[in-house]
């Protein structure tokens, strides 16, 4: 492969994808952000990597980097070329072909991009397996993007502003169906934005149904199921479950949060309306600042419609960058979702954290997310696997070192370092735990 020489310091995303970055993932997101967030920027960097892939058009990191970059937007066929260039220069690094493969099928090549994989040589796939393993029967479930679009404005929303116009067509929803159901998933879930403001979405859900997916649900915030006839129809059209937003149980409070007056009754009505139903309903419930306090309020009121409740600890990006008093300490929010867990095992029901250490969960390690979600998402432009995002975006800190725990827990998230630091984080002591079935009292 060519050296490539210094760069002239233009384009912080050439020069990740000379070298910089630490995994494709992690570049692509980058490429991602710029392109939704910063389109002319984008387009500058996008052009100086034309002008670098014809002075150095063997450069294995160059051809991936603008490969995606095609993918992105939308020429496909410039894609497939540079990523196919890849794979000559490269054919024993696996990766080069999951690129390509995706190129494919993104194209609406389907059959082509799974032969891309399946017919390499089984030797290339040994070796490469560490590098990303492709077994898809440890996709449990898949998660369909659809869009950004939605009809609450959350002052703690993952998304910003500038991502919340772009959706998917309809054609590209379909084609990812099309592409989740080739993968054999228990269940596929359509997410956000709000996927029930789409007009499509009743055909979404059917044309799922025919495909003989047997669970169908959606993430959503609840209003559109305070309309009787659209809980009846998209129950009709094949929907057996869905995953509720609800955040905390007073109406004041969630409107503000939400950025939506009424938006709190209208969840509360959405969510009876289905239930009443006899569908399936988990719920996500972020925990923030203003409304850990009353997390356990918060289960006392729904614990009688639901499933499960997952306590997620807020990611911090989108509008929440820009609200950071929001962010709540995780040694502050603790005594609250042991409580909340308490009502809900009480209730005989299902309760989990999500991105909270297990250092602060004594005596309620198996209410941790230890175990992988076993879940894929397909944003637009990508895919990813949630468990390896989350080991990208999680860092073990100097604490972390001396914890009993530290072969199981992805630690602690580094925004929130950034922001809060890490001296609330304590060593848990005890015999090494090798195992999250261990520290679960499983095995």
């Given amino acids: 492969m060519e050296k490539t020489k210094p760069l002239d310091g233009y384009g912080n995303l050439i020069e990740l994808a000379m070298g910089g970055w630490e995994n494709r993932e992690a570049m692509l997101r980058s490429l991602l952000k710029n392109f939704f967030i910063d389109n002319k920027e984008f387009e500058k960097t ?12 063997k450069n294995v990191k160059i051809l991936i980097f603008m490969g995606h970059a095609f993918r992105i937007r939308g020429d496909f066929k410039k894609a ?21 493969a995706f190129a494919y099928r993104n194209a609406g090549y389907i059959k082509k991009g799974d032969d891309t994989i399946f017919n390499l040589d089984s030797n290339i796939r040994l070796k490469s397996l560490k590098l990303h393993e492709i077994n898809m029967s440890e996709i449990r479930k898949i998660e369909i ?21 772009f959706d998917k067509t309809t054609e590209e929803v379909l084609t990812d169906i099309d592409r989740a159901v080739s993968e054999k998933p228990e269940e596929i879930n359509f997410t956000g934005g709000e996927p029930t403001i789409r007009k499509d979405i009743l055909k979404l859900i059917s044309y799922t149904k025919s495909k003989g997916i047997n669970e169908i649900r959606v993430t959503t915030n609840g209003r559109m199921f305070s309309y009787d006839k659209f809980t ?10 869905a995953i509720f937003s609800v955040h905390c149980p007073d109406a004041k409070l969630h409107d503000s949060l939400s950025g939506v007056k009424g938006s709190f009754e209208q969840t509360i009505k959405g969510l009876k309306n289905f239930y009443s139903h006899n569908k399936v309903i988990d719920i996500n419930t972020v925990i923030t600042s203003k409304s850990y306090k009353l997390l356990p309020e918060t289960m006392e009121m729904i614990k009688d419609y639901i499933r499960s409740v997952c306590l997620i600890f807020p990611t ?8 950071k008093f929001l962010i709540p300490t995780m040694k502050n929010a603790q005594k609250y979702i042991h409580k909340a867990i308490d009502i809900l095992r009480d209730a005989g029901k299902q309760g989990w954290t999500l991105n909270y250490p297990v250092c602060f969960m004594k005596g309620y390690e198996a209410y941790s997310s230890m175990m992988e979600l076993q879940t894929k998402m397909f944003w637009p432009h990508m895919d990813t696997n949630l468990d390896e995002k989350r080991k990208g975006d999680n860092i073990l800190v100097n604490a972390c070192k001396n914890c009993r725990y530290r072969l199981v827990c992805i630690g602690v998230m580094k925004n929130y370092v950034d922001i809060l630091g890490e001296k609330e984080i304590k060593p848990v002591s005890g015999e090494l735990v090798k195992s999250a079935s261990e520290a679960y009292g499983m095995g």
Wanted: net charge negative.
């Fill in 46 to 57: 996008f052009k100086r990597g034309q002008d670098y892939l014809k002075r150095y058009p």
């Fill in 80 to 100: 497939i070329e540079c990523l196919k260039k890849a794979t000559e220069i490269e054919p024993e690094n696996l990766e080069n072909w999951i690129d390509l």
């Fill in 145 to 165: 993007v659809t869009g950004f679009s939605c009809n609450n404005n959350c002052l703690f929303c993952s998304v910003g502003d500038k991502l919340r116009s």
């Fill in 232 to 241: 009846e129809d998209i129950i009709d059209s094949g929907l057996t479950g």
């Fill in 316 to 323: 911090i990006d989108g509008h929440l960058k820009e609200n």
